[in-house]
């Protein structure tokens, strides 16, 4: 289940996962919302907080993750990726630089370094 984080300045948006994410957590929540940013901003800041509800995605949904970054290569100025899953953080250094904004990898307890990144 994806959630959006409230309070977050203009430019930037934020979700929060709980549970298992699905591919229609994608599809009826982070792209709607991921479209509207880019239409009004242009770049897009983003927090993800993969917090201690957190157990997983389904395959759909890491299916739609990744054409995700893909299709909006260009569209990203930040991305915090907050979690203590392992797998999580090295995917995210591992990967990030195939994007053409910044990426970081912040553990739970930095979730407001994160969020003060985001916004600097």
Avoid at 6 to 25: C, H, I, Q, Y
């Amino acid at each position: 289940m994806i959630d959006t984080i409230p309070a977050l300045p203009d430019r930037v948006m934020g979700f929060s996962a709980k549970g298992v994410v699905t591919a229609r957590d994608y599809r009826s929540v982070i792209i709607p919302a991921i479209d509207t940013m880019r239409t009004k901003h242009g770049k897009i800041r983003l927090l993800y907080h993969l917090g201690p509800d957190f157990s997983g995605f389904d395959m759909a949904a890491l299916w739609q993750d990744a054409k995700l970054g893909l299709c909006y290569l260009d569209a990203w100025d930040r991305i915090a990726i907050v979690s203590d899953v392992r797998w999580i953080g090295a995917v995210t250094r591992l990967f990030g630089f195939l994007l053409h904004g910044e990426v970081r990898a912040f553990r739970n307890h930095e979730l407001v370094a994160a969020r003060k990144w985001l916004t600097e």
